[in-house]
């Protein structure tokens, strides 16, 4: 059988299954915690309107990178428009199902608009751009307090419309004070273009959303061997089928994506009408598609486990 190199000089492609494909083992990877998790923090409260308390680093410094948190997802993909922050959304609903204190950050610089995909854009609460973190630190109890709630996940959105994207140390300050009030936050970072100046991005759990196609894949390849040269771990893929694609066509098989990439690969996350029309039409998630339950339930427990929580343990994660 030929190799996706092979396909990748000849366009020649093969259907895909719904299965998942394995190659070596990656951080996400990684087992339950043994004994000692500790219990999950209760779910939000309704946002109010305390005043944001900020702690004086120095301008411009980012927090010490020697006591990075580990409850950190960051998500890329090489191109737009594959699905990535709807996953990244629906993975936040599955996880505050567990009653685990979640966050969802947009740090997607070249995109945004986070809180439109969710329907929230009109409720009350800070954005990313409405942040001010000029001595490099954020405290992040009162951060959730500033922020709207979707589906008990408190959401910092980034809106361009409303002004210019915030400076590198204040996403990082943001995300490393969300992640010391959270049990997990999930960080939309898009292409990736925030993560050089973001440690804590750099340095959490990797999620790369990759589009079972065979530019795809070749584009995967790229932004795979970018996230090394920048210092990340070895991340998890998560392949999306192609939207548009006739009954399947175009689509490359999830075993032939792993062995291209050298890494797992999940999925498929398959493309969903009525989910993309509620999306268009304004409305937000309303629900995680069935077609894609399974799948994303998984991967949620994976996180879970890999940022310190077991959800299978009766007395709470």
């Not at 273009?193 to 959303?209: F, I, T, W």
Request: with cysteine.
């Amino acid at each position: 059988m030929p190799s996706m190199d092979a396909y990748l000089t000849s366009s020649t492609l093969r259907h895909g299954a719904s299965a998942t494909a394995t190659a070596p083992r990656t951080g996400l990877d990684a087992p339950p915690h043994a004994a000692g998790v500790s219990p999950a923090a209760s779910r939000p409260h309704p946002a109010s309107p305390r005043p944001l308390a900020v702690r004086a680093e120095g301008r411009g410094v980012l927090p010490s990178t020697e006591a990075m948190p580990g409850n950190i997802v960051t998500f890329t993909s090489p191109s737009g428009g594959t699905g990535l922050s709807t996953l990244a959304a629906m993975l936040a609903w599955s996880l505050s199902s567990m009653d685990l204190r979640c966050a969802l950050v947009d740090a997607d610089v070249d995109g945004g608009g986070l809180d439109v995909l969710l329907g929230i854009e009109d409720e009350p609460g800070l954005t990313m751009q409405e942040l001010h973190a000029p001595l490099g630190s954020l405290d992040g109890d009162a951060l959730n307090l500033e922020l709207p709630v979707w589906e008990h996940v408190r959401v910092l959105a980034f809106a361009p419309w409303r002004g210019e994207a915030p400076d590198p140390w204040e996403v990082q300050a943001a995300v490393h004070a969300l992640a010391g009030a959270n049990r997990v936050v999930l960080v939309d970072a898009g292409r990736g273009r925030s993560l050089a100046e973001a440690p804590d991005l750099v340095s959490g759990m990797h999620l790369v959303g990759v589009e079972l196609s065979v530019l795809g894949l070749a584009r995967a390849k790229a932004h795979l061997a970018r996230l090394r040269r920048e210092g990340a771990g070895p991340p998890l893929a998560v392949g999306f089928e192609t939207r548009g694609a006739p009954r399947g066509a175009g689509i490359v098989a999830l075993a032939e994506a792993a062995d291209y990439l050298g890494i797992t690969v999940l999925g498929p996350i398959k493309a969903d009408a009525r989910l993309c029309g509620g999306i268009l039409e304004g409305l937000g998630i309303e629900s995680i598609p069935r077609r894609n339950r399974k799948t994303v339930e998984g991967i949620a427990v994976r996180i879970a486990r890999q940022a310190g929580c077991d959800p299978d343990d009766e007395g709470g994660p």
